[in-house]
């Protein structure tokens, strides 16, 4: 290797930058960077990239076998319908990345909103303070499943299994065999069947890219004070006007009247911004703090992380109580997408949840995947869901292609890793 080059890292490939772009402080040009990408992609690092080309693909397909699927009114369906799922993704990517699972994530959001219900609509508590205390119940659930798994170390796979049917007789003692109650919170309701105004949608995209903007150049100031080479600025503007066109184009087509009737119905749906935040914030945890570098160091390998004095029992707990308490989050989009719980809720959520993961590039393996790539799993099932309806296909079609598309996604996802180990780097 020659002397004026640095190595390249094993853990993460990447151009070989010649000495004199140290003092510059760039980490190469554009072409560096997409080749530096293109050379992970070939050495098995993929991310997301197959869940977007399938989404792609399967966007083509339905909107050439149904001239509805295109339309702004099916387009804002498919937001809303993908809402709960995208929330249950991501709650399952920080157990899952310490290469644990939660099967209980479904239920436990279930129970939660049986909860919630009964304090609502039996008992007459105020519906905020049954919402926490729902949260709590979530929280609580989470604890529990954190204790057994981190600190007594049965395996996730025993233990949520066990709440999954456990909590299943719960949500029955609850509601009552055959019980449902009906939502009737507006304010409950409106996350899932409203819409803001047509300017809060510019709003909202002007505040993402003002935060995406800020955020960026907050990380290079901070790269730049530690001695750490940055990429090139005009990766920023790339990405800073990638969103604006994208967020642009969303905002433009939910903001046309999709009514059918006198009465205009356009807007972003409301649960899309509270989507959008929870999602910015967990990426940050996980990308900028400390303890989600924790987590990406428990999932690739526990016991170097044990020895490196990482806290990987706290790091564990506390992964499943968050797991847990945004299963709530998912529960609620539900709640108020149905309008009414009962005794099954969440029955059929967690191994959705778990194949937008995986379908989105999250490593059962554990150590590889963020957030987005949830988001983009569950967007792909929910393309799945939302065409086949429009084609009325049988219900069993729907299973049988998201589960070809989720063994699909888990044999990338390990032929990826055996050509990541496979390759020899010099």
Known sequence: MRANTIPTSEAAPGPVIPTEDIGSGQEGGVGDQVRAWLQRVRSGEMGALPAIGGFIVLSILFSILSPVFLTERNFANLMTQAATLVMLGMALVFVILLGEIDLSAGVTAGVSMCIFIVLVNVQGLNWILALAIAFGAGLAIGTFIGFFVARV????????????????GVELIIIGAGGLYRVQIPEI???????????????????????????????????????????????????????????????????????????????????????????????????????????????????????????????????????????????????????????????????????????????LFGGRGRLLHAAVGALVIAVITNGLGLLNLPAGVNFAVTGGVLILAATVDAVSRKRGGAVVRT
């Open 153 to 168: 170390g049965i395996p996730s796979f025993v233990v949520t299994l066990g709440l999954f049917l456990g909590l299943q």
């Open 189 to 363: 309701l409106a996350i899932q069947n409203s819409n803001m105004p047509p300017w809060a949608g510019w709003t909202m995209l002007a505040i993402i890219l003002a935060v995406s903007a800020a955020t960026s150049f907050w990380d290079r100031a901070r790269r730049a004070r530690a001695g750490v080479l940055n990429r090139t600025i005009t990766l920023v503007w790339i990405k800073l006007g990638f969103i604006a066109l994208l967020g642009g184009a969303v905002v433009y087509i939910l903001n046309q009247d999709r009514g059918q009737s006198v009465r205009a119905v356009q807007g972003v749906p409301i649960v899309v911004p509270i989507v959008l935040a929870i999602l910015w914030a967990g990426t940050f945890v996980l990308d900028r703090t400390k303890y989600g570098r924790n987590i990406y160091a428990i999932g690739g390998n526990a016991e170097a992380a044990r020895r490196a004095g990482i806290k990987v029992v706290m790091v564990r707990w506390t992964a499943f109580i968050i797991c847990s308490t945004l299963s709530v989050v998912a529960g609620l989009f539900s709640v108020s997408k149905v309008g009414s719980v009962d005794a099954a809720a969440g029955r059929d959520l967690v191994l959705s949840g778990v194949a937008a993961a995986v379908v989105g590039g999250v490593s």
